[in-house]
């Protein structure tokens, strides 16, 4: 059972803030998710050691510098940017 | 065949110069001036890339120059996949006005084809739904009942190719978001096996599913595409580098293939979509394909599976939105970690929301061994259930979708039963699978029916083949035509 203060808890670590409105709604979509994903704590698994599905190994290249990005462009798309720098207020 | 705008015809119509690229291109423009505010497919037209693009190819014809099959043929991308210069949103508040510095490397691939991008398409917010109705600009409208969903959630796409607004699109599926809307809007939507076409460029929902994959009105475009865009790319680490053209495969016999059929597909399917599925099957049978009953008692957990863990790779990925690199950040606030809550909680729908929570909550202390641990476990067990299969079968059938598409308005009401939706189409992506779907007649409804061919892993050629041979056998029967957007 999905309490308010786990929404709370769950929408604080998840850096979300949430309505008074809002939290008897999000909560009871909680518990029906969460219900409906508890089939599987039912079912047994008979993989244990299951880590990598797709069957991939890690790719790897020389550590070399490679032409990257123009600093002016990656800046474009921030609300606020300064000296070359992304620019974050302290309050707005 | 009815398949009037299908890439091979457009491409013959451009090559013996009885339209121009130009004039196919403002075709297609005007068709989405006309008819786009009824489907709601396009969030975003492109017309002067897709004029820049059209003229080079005229130029090319003019200079006497052979073209390439998809030259010139006019085409859309789903919202989340990023074209520098053009806004890619996701369908989200988060990202308005975000205009991508790089192209996506399937956009790159076909760019350098000429392709003839028309716009940016609908799509669920972020990917997450299978209605489209979580986007930021209400949902794509089905071609065939503007009064029930496009699906989702490439539901954009699907509006657009099957209401000939484009000759096809890419999209991207995470579980079963191409070949969903293809089933609900009567074409074709084919899923390649996670690691044939890069994901660079494609924004990130949950990364061990998400699979980019070509929206067609046949067959024999989605080969066509699939061998454009899959490539080996340095820039995913994912990329397999394995390739086999699919398009020179077509027209092989299938005589005495063996195509699996696990009756855990066939739960809950509603009558009148098992009888088209059934006659396809006969039609399989006609080709002499030999079926083989299975059972593959895991299925019944790839909902919930695909949900832990997808939401669980979502909570990830989108902690990215803090409103400080890109997107949207709220207007006020009073520390740092207010402007982050803020811009997060109102950048981000309802949906999002819930998936991202979701997500944190089986990541979290005291639930990740009972949750996400264990829904890992059960994803191995799925993958080998399938691989025991395919030692029984050389492909697997089973309906694309239990339904036909239903009427707009549902997601809101009920988010786990819209999960539901997508019972047939997650497990290919637990397994990481090929998968396409293909028309296969229409319900008591009216609507469109799709098939679902399945195969083991990297056996495009053969999947692609033998919906190919069904599509080409089925002829009518298995086609709905459209009346919207462009005919030639």
Same mark, same amino acid.
């Given at each position: 059972?999905?309490?308010?203060? +786990? @929404?709370?808890?769950?929408? $604080?670590?998840?850096? /979300? *803030?949430?309505?008074?409105? =809002? ?22 698994? +008979? @993989?244990?050691?299951?880590? $990598?599905?797709?069957? /991939? *190994?890690?790719?790897?290249? =020389? ?6 990005y123009r600093r002016e462009d990656i800046l474009k798309n921030a ?14 | ?280 099957l006969d039609v399989f049978r006609s080709l002499g394909a030999e ?198």
């Open positions: 059972m999905v309490t308010h203060e +786990d @929404v709370l808890k769950i929408a $604080n670590l998840a850096k /979300l *803030s949430v309505a008074p409105e =809002e939290l008897d709604g999000l909560t009871k979509d909680m518990n029906e998710i969460i219900a409906f994903a508890d089939t599987v704590s039912a079912a047994s698994a +008979d @993989v244990s050691d299951f880590d $990598n599905i797709n069957g /991939l *190994s890690n790719v790897f290249r =020389e550590d070399v510098p490679v032409p990257s609300e606020s940017s300064e000296d070359g720098y992304f620019l974050v207020r302290r309050r707005r | 065949m009815g398949k009037y705008g299908t890439i091979a015809r457009l491409h013959e119509l451009l090559t013996t110069r009885q339209i121009s690229c130009a004039e196919l291109a403002k075709k297609y423009l005007d068709a989405i001036e006309t008819d786009n505010g009824r489907l709601n497919a396009y969030v975003k037209a492109t017309p002067e890339t897709a004029l820049a693009a059209a003229e080079k190819v005229d130029a090319k014809i003019a200079a006497g120059r052979p073209i390439a099959p998809l030259e010139g043929i006019p085409m859309t991308l789903k919202d989340n996949i990023s074209t520098a210069g053009i806004e890619t949103t996701c369908c989200s508040k988060i990202l308005k006005g975000y205009v991508p510095i790089y192209d996506a490397t399937v956009w790159s691939l076909l760019k350098r084809q000429n392709a003839v991008l028309l716009g940016k398409t609908n799509m669920d917010e972020f990917a997450m739904g299978s209605t489209c109705e979580t986007s930021r600009f209400g949902g794509a409208k089905n071609p065939h009942d503007t009064g029930r969903v496009a699906g989702g959630s490439s539901g954009g796409v699907a509006a657009a190719v099957g209401g000939n607004l484009a000759a096809y699109g890419l999209g991207s599926d995470t579980g079963g978001s191409i070949r969903q809307p293809a089933s609900f809007c009567g074409i074709v939507g084919f899923k390649p096996t996670y690691g044939a076409v890069s994901r660079y460029g494609l924004v990130a929902f949950a990364s061990s599913f998400d699979q980019i994959g070509p929206i067609t009105q046949s067959v024999e475009d989605a080969a066509l595409v699939y061998d454009a865009i899959s490539a080996y790319d340095e820039m995913d680490s994912t990329s397999s580098g394995r390739k086999e053209p699919a398009l020179p495969s077509l027209g092989n016999d299938i005589r005495g293939k063996k195509i699996g059929i696990a009756r855990e597909y066939f739960d809950g399917v509603r009558e009148d979509v098992n009888g088209a599925i059934r006659k396809a079926t083989v009953e299975l059972s593959m008692p895991s299925l019944k957990y790839s909902l919930p599976v695909y949900y832990i863990l997808a939401c669980a790779e979502a909570s990830s990925n989108l902690g990215r939105y803090d409103g400080i690199r890109y997107g949207y950040q709220t207007a006020h606030y009073t520390d740092r970690n207010d402007m982050v809550c803020k811009t997060r909680s109102e950048g981000f729908g309802a949906e999002v929301k819930r998936r991202i929570l979701l997500g944190t909550y089986v990541l979290s202390a005291g639930y990740y061994d009972a949750y996400y641990k264990k829904a890992q476990n059960l994803r191995g067990t799925i993958v080998r259930a399938f691989e025991n299969a395919f030692q029984k079968c050389d492909l697997m059938l089973a309906p694309t979708v239990p339904m036909t598409a239903f009427a707009s308005g549902r997601t809101a009401k009920d988010p786990v039963e819209t999960y539901l939706t997508d019972i047939c189409t997650v497990p290919v992506n637990i397994a990481g699978l090929p998968g396409i779907s293909v028309p296969c007649g229409t319900g008591a409804d009216g609507m469109p029916v799709g098939l679902q061919l399945i195969g083991p892993k990297f056996s495009e050629a053969a999947v692609l083949n033998a919906a190919n041979r069904y599509e080409l056998a089925a002829r009518e029967s298995s086609f709905k035509a459209v009346k919207a957007g462009v005919s030639l």
